[in-house]
């Protein structure tokens, strides 16, 4: 149980287009999802707390606009990046909380690299 | 705000022999969770163990262990019998108990190798 999926898994795009990515819960609701931004080699960055239903929390320094966050469901999460520009590219990382420990569970990842 | 210190970006260890990840944080809450998390080659996060700040008692899972330890805010974790498998990411996290949102906190990380 708590499988978390992300898609797509990799994605190439052309600077100035907009990408987005889907985080779901296959087989729990969570009413609450993280977007993470990791760099090669360094730490998970929180960006955002996703609630179903409600504006996304951005961490400070994040820019609302450029990083757009939908939790439509209790099964599904977007992150849209809009305008993307080469220093968007990053591997982005989503989990969802569930469970009598509030546990995150965590997708697999999605490797965006902006040309 | 809640910190977490790894101060090895890389350890390594021989396969079959005992390594220690080390592990500070710094909070003034008195409730709170700390966990390891592996990230393999793949970059799946993988949750490899947990402890409760309530719970003196170390937390252990199968090879994984932890040395707890509450007033120096110190939470190492101990490999032991080391496989190829756990050549990894390891990072060390924490959770508050105290406010909502159930963020998680990370350190920097430590890069594991296994040799053969």
């Known amino acids: 149980g708590a499988v978390v999926s992300q898609h797509p898994s990799w994605v190439i795009c052309k600077s100035g287009t907009s990408v987005k990515i889907e985080c779901r819960s296959l087989d729990f609701q969570a009413t609450t999802m993280f977007w993470y931004r990791q760099f090669p080699k360094q730490s998970l960055m929180l960006m955002a707390t996703?609630?179903?239903?409600?504006?996304?929390?951005?961490e400070q320094g994040v820019e609302k606009d450029k990083f757009l966050i939908n939790h439509a469901s209790l099964t599904l999460s977007t992150l849209t990046v809009t305008s993307a520009h080469p220093e968007d590219s990053s591997f982005y990382i989503c989990?969802?909380?569930?469970?009598?420990?509030?546990?995150?569970?965590f997708g697999p990842g999605t490797r965006l690299t902006v040309l | 705000a809640q910190t977490v210190t790894q101060s090895q970006p890389e350890m390594s260890v021989q396969e079959a022999e005992t390594v220690t990840l080390s592990c500070t944080y710094d909070?003034?809450?008195?409730?709170?969770?700390l966990f390891w998390y592996k990230q393999p080659p793949s970059r799946q996060m993988i949750l490899v163990i947990r402890q409760e700040a309530y719970k003196q008692q170390n937390a252990t899972e199968n090879r994984f262990s932890v040395n707890f330890q509450k007033a120096a805010k110190s939470f190492s974790l101990k490999i032991s019998d080391s496989q190829l498998g756990d050549a990894a990411m390891y990072f060390c996290?924490?959770?508050?108990?105290?406010?909502?949102?159930?963020?998680?906190?990370f350190g920097e990380g430590t890069q594991l190798t296994v040799n053969p």
């Open positions: 909070t003034s809450e008195s409730d709170y969770y």
């Open positions: 996703s609630n179903e239903g409600s504006k996304a929390t951005y």
């Open positions: 989990s969802a909380r569930q469970g009598a420990y509030n546990e995150q569970f």
């Open positions: 996290a924490y959770r508050s108990k105290e406010t909502s949102g159930s963020r998680l906190t």
